[in-house]
Nanobody, 124 residues
Framework: QVQLVESGGGLVQAGGSLRLSCAASGRTFSRNNMGWFRQAPGKEREFVAVINWSSRTDYADSVKGRFTISRDSAKNTVYLQMNSLKPDDTAVYYC??????????????????WGQGTQVTVSS
């Protein structure tokens, strides 16, 4: 059974940092695009960051320069380091496994496996 399990969410003050982890089990995703998405109350799920098999990355404009995605293929784990957090970053953050591709993909519809999400709350 394939599982993606996120951890590391929590409550933090504006300007603070959090590091999210996504541990995959059931199969290896070392060649897949791995992405982070988020969904705030009343809003659609939106792209945050993606990393491909060669560590090529892409970010949403709203998080560029503040968030960093990385992966440890040996551990089948993906990370999202979030710095300089803002109240607008408050959302449930989801990890997802997408296609095997050189091209990074930001569309949620291209991702086949999803985690259960972890809540990130940034207070002002």
């Amino acid at each position: 059974q394939v599982q993606l399990v996120e951890s590391g969410g929590g409550l933090v003050q504006a300007g603070g940092s959090l590091r999210l982890s996504c541990a995959a089990s059931g199969r290896t995703f070392s060649r897949n695009n791995m992405g982070w998405f988020r969904q705030a109350p009343g809003k659609e799920r939106e792209f945050v960051a993606v990393i491909n098999w060669s560590s090529r990355t892409d970010y949403a404009d709203s998080v560029k320069g503040r968030f960093t995605i990385s992966r440890d293929s040996a551990k089948n784990t993906v990370y999202l380091q979030m710095n300089s957090l803002k109240p607008d970053d408050t959302a449930v953050y989801y990890c997802a496994a997408g296609p095997v591709s050189w091209y990074t993909n930001s569309s949620p519809g291209k991702y086949d496996y999803w985690g259960q999400g972890t809540q990130v709350t940034v207070s002002s």
